[in-house]
């Protein structure tokens, strides 16, 4: 006597298991700590290999980040799993004056690590730090969504700045935290002091 085959629901058969990782801990210390050749690696890693031809980059050409203000988020193991960067860059308004900004960005995270919060806390501990130097407005390049939503970031008064580059003008992002009213329009370029 042979036993039937147990027929199965093919339903079944592709049950998903969904798990979630949960960093116990993660320490932000400053990016200078790691070796740029990793730095550009988890860059390479989060953006690819051709975003060094991006507008971003040619506001940061000639400069370099401002170590006090660019942060590494490290996991329980010692290991580079994100970065946040700034830059000095300035507003030459059209009305004369030249406003000194930061510029914010990139914010990497490792692709294995992104959608769990982790790029939320690092960018949280970076503006914290950005405020308590005193910086009364950063700038970015990115999602006015998600930008906007969670830190504070829209284009009310960027809308006619102009950068380096092409940009999608309602991408083109500040935080105002105090200080005077900015130029209403200008060009944001690379600052060397």
Known sequence: MHAAPIALDARA?????????????????????????EVEALLDAAFGTDRR?????????????IPGLSFAAVDDYGQLVGS???W??????????????VLVGPIA???????????????RHA??????????????????????RFFGY?????????VPGPVEQRRLLA???GGPALPVSGLLRPRSR
């Open 53 to 65: 031809g991006r507008t971003a980059y040619r506001l940061r050409e000639g400069v370099s980040a």
């Open 13 to 37: 058969s592709e049950t998903r298991i969904r798990t979630t990782i949960i960093i116990d801990t993660l320490d932000f210390t400053p990016l200078a700590d790691f070796p740029e050749t």
């Open 127 to 148: 503006l914290a730090a950005i405020d308590a130097a005193g910086v009364e407005a950063t700038v970015l390049i990115g999602d006015p969504e998600y930008y906007g």
């Open 84 to 86: 946040f960067q700034s």
């Open 154 to 162: 829209s284009d009310a008064v960027t809308g006619q700045w102009r």
């Open 88 to 101: 000095p860059v300035e507003l030459a308004g059209d009305d004369g004056r030249v406003v000194p900004l």
């Open 109 to 123: 995270i490792q692709p294995d690590r992104q959608q769990g919060g982790l790029g939320r806390a690092l960018t």
């Open 175 to 177: 935080r105002l935290t």
